[in-house]
């Protein structure tokens, strides 16, 4: 069994990797660089400064915090993913074992955020962390780390991934490695694990969900901008005061003339900046007042015009990262029926990714359980189910379970059998 351990017994990985530098001091600049040539709040970069596998994944990640439909799609898909969960122990355990290795699991699960300082730590932190990693850089990677006596898992370890890349090996085969300012470090090691979306066939990296964006992207944000500064221009609405020169009275000289059409035209202009908001100008018919701003049918053909163009481009960023617009706050009047689909849909995608994500939390919680002195696995399930379904659920469930009596009072299957279908109906 295993005990909890102090904060000063932490601290282990063979070889110790905690000192290397992951180029985190590289992210700093990033919001004071340019692309596309907007300035503010950008991203660019030199030549040789980053490497062609980091440069697309610093890329995708000032997409996620700059743009907000960006950043909402990697918001939906990571709080989507990230489903309660739990760990799970096979049937048949005796009373003692089952809450021995449940509580060995259950504190495991506490300390695998590597952040002390977070008191809300847990799997409630760390899967929405590795997801977000896994839809925003296209991989999750990082080092576990023991307790100094190899009696537990201390903590997991993530690792930038944008500073991991593939190599061919003498023999054919694909490996990792990871760049420091040490060197290289070969990751083909069993304290490390890659967790990749889309895997590519060739590299075995994985693939962000917004590989697909960033050009449709750079257009909307560009949009935007061009709508912010063409509402200021036509925003303020004036008066344009027209004022016709007196005429010129018999024998008057050009200079007597001059002096007294530019006081009539002060006098005017004093006149109209004196006016208070619930006065009235009162001027002779030689000056004319005209309100300069845009008109009605001309201003809403622009916001109209703008709209379509603006929701054309959001539409694009969605299809990109497989969502539906209704997903992240867009309603363009879907039926509740054609909803339900794309949302069932979406969950199909989601259980997908479950399944591989629930792998490497196996991973983990199968070495605790055999660091801890257990000779059993677990397993680890998601929970995806919805209230407002539950009646749907519920009636499915009915309907199977009616099927498999029938089918035993038939006598085409028997009772174990029966029972074994049943309870993956109602699992």
């Not at 990033?30 to 300035?39: K, Q």
């Not at 307790?147 to 085969?173: C, L, M, N, W």
């Not at 530019?262 to 006065?279: H, K, P, W």
């Not at 960023?317 to 969502?323: E, K």
Request: with cysteine.
């Amino acid at each position: 069994m295993t005990t909890t351990k102090s904060e000063s017994t932490t601290k282990i990985l063979e070889p110790r990797l905690d000192k290397l530098n992951l180029r985190e001091n590289r992210n700093s600049s990033l919001h004071s660089r340019s692309i596309g040539g907007y300035s503010k709040g950008g991203f660019s970069w030199k030549s040789g400064e980053i490497s062609t596998t980091e440069m697309p994944i610093r890329l995708y990640r000032f997409l996620k915090e700059s743009i907000p439909v960006v950043s909402s799609c990697i918001w939906t898909w990571s709080r989507l993913v990230a489903a309660p969960a739990s760990y799970r122990l096979p049937d048949g355990l005796n009373k003692a074992t089952r809450e021995s290795a449940q509580r060995v699991l259950d504190r495991m699960s506490q300390r695998l955020l590597p952040f002390r300082f977070r008191r809300t730590g847990g799997l409630s932190s760390f899967l929405p962390m590795m997801f977000d990693s896994l839809f925003t850089d296209g991989s999750f990677a990082g080092f576990v780390e023991l307790y100094a006596d190899r009696s537990g898992i201390a903590q997991f370890t993530p690792v930038d991934v944008s500073s991991i890349r593939s190599v061919s090996h003498p023999k054919g085969e694909i490996g990792l490695v990871l760049d420091t300012e040490r060197g290289a470090v070969n990751l083909d090691r069993p304290d490390f694990q890659y967790f990749a979306l889309n895997t590519d066939p060739v590299t075995g990296l994985g693939r962000s969900i917004l590989s697909s964006v960033p050009f449709v992207s750079y257009v909307e944000r560009q949009l935007v901008d061009d709508m912010r500064r063409a509402s200021h221009n036509s925003g303020f609405h004036r008066l344009h005061v027209t004022v016709r020169p007196p005429e010129r009275q018999p024998g008057e000289t050009d200079t007597d003339y001059t002096d007294r059409a530019n006081e009539y035209f002060d006098s005017s202009a004093r006149m109209i900046r004196q006016t208070g908001i619930d006065d009235n100008p009162v001027t002779w018919d030689d000056i004319k007042i005209d309100y300069i701003g845009p008109t009605q049918g001309r201003g809403a053909s622009t916001a109209e015009s703008w709209f379509v163009k603006h929701r054309a481009m959001v539409e694009e960023i969605c299809a990109g990262a497989n969502l539906a617009p209704f997903l992240l706050g867009y309603s363009f009047g879907a039926t509740e029926t054609w909803a339900e689909f794309k949302y069932d849909l979406v969950r199909r995608q989601v259980e997908s990714i479950q399944c591989e994500a629930a792998r490497l939390m196996e991973w983990l919680g199968n070495l605790e359980l055999a660091l801890a002195g257990f000779n059993i696995s677990c397993e680890f399930a998601f929970d995806n189910r919805i209230s407002h379904q539950a009646l749907e659920r519920s009636r499915i469930q009915t309907g199977e379970v009616d099927s498999i009596v029938k089918l035993f009072e038939a006598g085409l299957i028997d009772k174990n059998e029966a029972s074994a279908v049943a309870k993956r109906a109602l699992s």
